[in-house]
C-alpha cells in the first residue's frame, strides 16, 4: 500500500531534510508540502492525504489548530524540537512524534507503525489532566483537552464523550472502551461510578445518597441524574477523603 503525506513545515531547508529522508520509502508518496496552516487545510481538503507530518512552532501558528480547520480524517507523526516534557503529550495523542533533527532510525519506527497497526505497541501511559488527546471520530479527526471531558458514557464498542465546553459540539463518538479509558484518564480527576459510566470530578455540582446504598450525582453542563453503583460507591468515597 502507498500512503500519501503532507509535509507541514515553516522551514524550508526542514522540508526539504524530512523529503529526502522519506524518498527511501517506497511506501511513502508525498503529494505536497505547506509552510503554514491555511496552505495545509488546502492540500488536506483538496489531496485527502492518510498521514501529515506536523512541525508544532509554525511561525505566528500552533500545529495543534490544524485539526480545528478540517474534516478529513489522516494519521499524524509530529516533528518538533520540544523538550522531553512536551514530546511526552504528543506521543500519547498522535500516531508517533519525531524530534528535529529526524533520526532515520526513529523515522523507520514511526513508518512501522503506520504500515503495521495491529502490531504496533500501544501506550498505556496515564494521561495528565492538562493533556491534549488525538481523536479520530471516523469522517474527522479532532484534539480535546482532558479537562474539557464532563463525562463518558459507554455505547458497544464504543464510547460517548461529552465535553463541559460547550463551543466543542455535542458527544463525540469514538471507538475505544470505557476501560481503555479508565486505564488511561488520571484517578486523581476522573472516576468510574457505573459500568457504563465515567465522570469528571470537577464537574459534580451535587450528591445524593439514596436508602440503598447508592448515590445519584448531577454535573454542572448535564440535566441528566447519574448514579454511582455500589458497586463503585466506595472507592469513589475514598477519593474525595
Not at 489531496?47 to 501529515?52: H, Y
Not at 523538550?83 to 513508518?111: S, T
Not at 503495521?116 to 492538562?130: G, H, M, R
Request: overall charge neutral; charged content about 30%; aromatic content about 8%.
Amino acid at each position: 500500500m502507498t500512503y500519501k503525506a503532507l509535509l507541514v513545515d515553516d522551514e524550508r531547508l526542514a522540508r526539504q531534510e524530512l523529503r529526502e529522508l522519506l524518498s527511501d520509502f517506497e511506501g511513502i508518496r508525498i503529494i505536497g508540502e505547506a509552510k503554514n496552516l491555511t496552505e495545509a487545510v488546502n492540500i488536506i481538503e483538496r489531496e485527502k492525504p492518510d498521514i501529515v507530518f506536523l512541525d508544532i512552532q509554525l511561525r505566528q501558528e500552533n500545529g495543534f489548530d490544524l485539526l480545528e480547520k478540517v474534516r478529513h480524517s489522516f494519521k499524524l507523526i509530529f516533528v518538533t524540537a520540544f523538550d522531553e516534557f512536551a514530546i511526552r503529550a504528543f506521543e500519547i495523542n498522535a500516531l508517533d512524534y519525531l524530534l528535529k533533527p529526524v533520526n532515520p532510525k526513529r523515522l523507520q519506527a514511526a513508518i512501522d507503525k503506520l504500515q503495521k497497526p495491529d502490531t504496533a505497541e500501544v501506550s498505556e501511559q496515564k494521561l495528565n489532566i492538562e493533556d491534549r488527546i488525538f481523536l479520530n471520530l471516523g469522517q474527522r479527526s479532532q484534539f480535546l483537552q482532558i479537562q474539557h471531558i464532563s463525562h463518558i458514557c459507554a455505547s458497544g464498542d464504543y464510547s460517548e464523550v461529552f465535553t463541559a465546553n460547550a463551543a466543542l459540539g455535542h458527544a463525540l463518538l469514538v471507538e475505544k472502551s470505557l476501560k481503555e479509558w479508565q486505564v488511561r484518564l488520571p484517578d486523581k480527576f476522573f472516576a468510574r461510578i457505573h459500568r457504563s459510566t465515567i465522570i469528571n470530578i470537577s464537574q459534580i455540582d451535587a450528591i445524593e445518597t439514596l436508602p440503598n446504598r447508592t448515590m445519584e450525582l448531577s454535573l454542572k453542563n448535564s440535566s441528566r441524574l447519574f448514579t454511582v453503583s455500589r458497586r463503585y460507591a466506595s472507592k469513589f468515597k475514598q477519593q474525595f477523603s
